[in-house]
């Protein structure tokens, strides 16, 4: 059994407080943008795609910078700007007198808040390759642990009014903050850093260095197009249960609280052992393989019973970013776990900038009155193509894929 490093439990917590922040406003931001946009279910579902793209597109062009100053000046400083980011972000939510702070509040985010980069790469400097994927489906236990207690919370909270929610939220990131100047140690020692370079701190420097690692570039590509797909849910889920099935907020929370609860009990009991048994390779072509078959099965879904239903099988779906983050950190050098992580990010980021730009315009399309049918499930359809292009490449990088899995 392998022996739990102090920091990687403070790693566990911060991801599952940040997870639970997260999760508490899911069921409330449409009600939000609603009230800021004065606009009904089909316009708030496109406002929401334009405040998930104003994230992504500026994640997509300082993650490679954060990563690389991680590997230069040590992972403690770069995870606190983080946490900080964050709680500001909630806050200004809850606080907002109009559209225009809810992106500023993106934005923000977009540049420094993504903790999980810092995270992973401070995991990749204390455990070693072989015992990397258990470690990471752990964080997905975490943040799975974190979408059942935070929609639950926020569907609650969101009964004595929508922006109730976003203060918890804000209030737990700085609590989060707060103990991380105490808690929060330095994982990168002296003599495995590097010097900064924004040469390489751009995602097209560091895409172009990463294309000296063989086998690395397909696994990215997947991991780009898996997060393109998997995003669907995220962004589309509150939109579409609200528009599809009439639910409350409460009931949105539930249903999220359900997936997350599989989610915890996957990465915790099924992924280790299925990757110590089989590998990351297959762990995440079979993840791939049942995000496809729910997202096909949630687009004809016709009520809550057959919605519920679908939600047992999509848990296994989150084998596939340990597995694939697994892989990218045995192919990167002790130095270079920072930039590895960036590279991440950027391809997580550009699915990000994608997503929004794909999923909620179509379902805003296909909810309004242009539509020539309506059709609830359409991006579901949309994203089940994406998955499936996924699924292509890694099974066609075949053997390169396998080389960089256990």
Same mark, same amino acid.
């Given at each position: ?103 500023? @509040? +993106?934005?923000?985010? *977009? $540049? ?11 995991? =990749?400097? /204390? &455990? ?81 260095? @990463? +294309?000296?690692?063989? *086998? $690395? ?11 393109? =797909?998997? /995003? &669907? ?100 050098? =002790? ?72």
């Amino acid at each position: 059994m392998m022996s739990i490093h102090p920091q990687i439990r403070f790693l566990l917590f911060t991801l599952l407080v940040n997870a639970i922040g997260f999760g508490i406003i899911v069921p409330v931001t449409p009600d939000l943008v609603m009230e800021l946009g004065h606009a009904d279910a089909s316009g708030a579902s496109a406002i929401g795609g334009l405040l998930a793209l104003s994230y992504a597109v500026f994640q997509f062009f300082f993650g490679p910078v954060m990563g690389n100053l991680s590997d230069s000046i040590g992972r403690r400083p770069v995870l606190l700007v983080s946490l900080a980011s964050l709680a500001i972000d909630f806050l200004v939510m809850a606080f907002a007198p109009s559209l225009f702070w809810l992106f500023v @509040a +993106r934005i923000l985010t *977009g $540049i420094a808040g993504a903790s999980n980069a810092p995270a992973q790469s401070a995991i =990749a400097d /204390l &455990v070693k390759p072989d015992e990397r994927a258990r470690v990471f489906a752990m964080l997905g236990a975490a943040f799975g642990i974190g979408f059942v207690i935070g929609p639950a919370l926020g569907g609650v909270l969101g009964e004595f009014g929508h922006r109730v929610p976003f203060f918890a939220a804000g209030i737990l990131a700085a609590i989060n903050f707060v103990w991380g100047i105490w808690a929060c140690k330095e994982t990168l020692t002296p003599e495995a850093r590097r010097a900064f370079s924004w040469k390489r701190a751009n995602p097209f420097g560091a895409l172009k260095n @990463a +294309r000296a690692i063989p *086998g $690395i570039l397909p696994i990215v590509a997947v991991y780009f197009l898996w997060q393109l =797909a998997s /995003l &669907v849910y995220p962004l589309i889920w509150p939109y579409f249960s609200k528009a599809a099935y009439g639910w409350s907020p409460g009931m949105i929370g539930l249903s999220l609280a359900q997936i997350g609860i599989g989610m915890a009990l996957v990465n915790l009991f099924v992924t280790p052992k299925f990757v110590a048994r089989h590998g990351e390779y297959k762990a995440a072509l079979i993840g791939i393989g049942f995000g496809m078959t729910g997202f096909l099965a949630y687009s004809v879904a016709p009520n809550t019973a057959w919605a519920l239903a679908i939600g047992c099988l999509m848990p296994f779906q989150s084998m596939v970013h340990p597995a694939l983050t697994a892989m990218m950190t045995r192919a990167a050098a =002790a130095d270079a776990q920072g930039e590895m992580q960036g590279i991440a990010s950027s391809a997580m980021a550009l699915g990000s900038v994608l997503a929004p730009m794909i999923f909620n315009p179509v379902h805003a399309y296909f909810i309004s009155s242009r539509a020539p049918f309506r059709f609830d499930g359409a991006p579901m359809v949309a994203a089940t193509l994406v998955a499936m292009l996924a699924l292509v490449i890694l099974v066609t990088a075949g053997r390169q894929a396998r080389g960089l899995s256990k």
